[in-house]
């Protein structure tokens, strides 16, 4: 089992930059392919970003493709999402989740408790 807690959130005017942070505590965290995932009120909660459990691999929802950047560092059991160029439809609750590699909700068995990104126009 992992524990997981972000941290970085925060307000940001909109062509800002913010990076959060992914803390992993219990099993190694190289052990899992990790996601970031958002919810904005009134929303359902969507894929972001994902890496495989080395970092070889990444994949990007459409809308922060090239605007955003996972990344992990296994020997800090920790995962990072750069984000670039916010907008205000970034403006959301983000999580991060442990799991099997893909965009899937289901494919994430554990999750953070979420920071709040808020990015004001």
């Known amino acids: 089992q992992v524990q997981l807690v972000e941290s970085g959130g925060g307000l940001v005017q909109a062509g800002g930059s913010l990076r959060l942070s992914c803390a992993a505590s219990?099993?190694?965290?190289?052990?899992?392919?990790m996601g970031w995932f958002r919810q904005a009120p009134g929303k359902e909660r969507e894929f972001v970003a994902a890496?495989?459990?080395?970092?070889?691999?990444?994949y990007y929802a459409d809308s922060v493709k090239g605007r955003f950047t996972i990344s992990r560092d296994n020997a800090k059991n920790t995962v990072y999402l750069q984000m670039n160029s916010l907008k205000a439809e970034d403006t959301a609750v983000y999580y991060c989740?442990?799991?099997?590699?893909?965009?899937?909700?289901?494919?994430?068995?554990?999750w953070g408790q979420g920071t709040q990104v808020t990015v004001s126009s």
């Open positions: 890496i495989s459990r080395i970092g070889s691999i990444t």
């Open positions: 219990g099993r190694t965290l190289s052990s899992y392919a």
């Open positions: 989740a442990a799991g099997h590699y893909g965009s899937g909700r289901d494919l994430y068995d554990y």
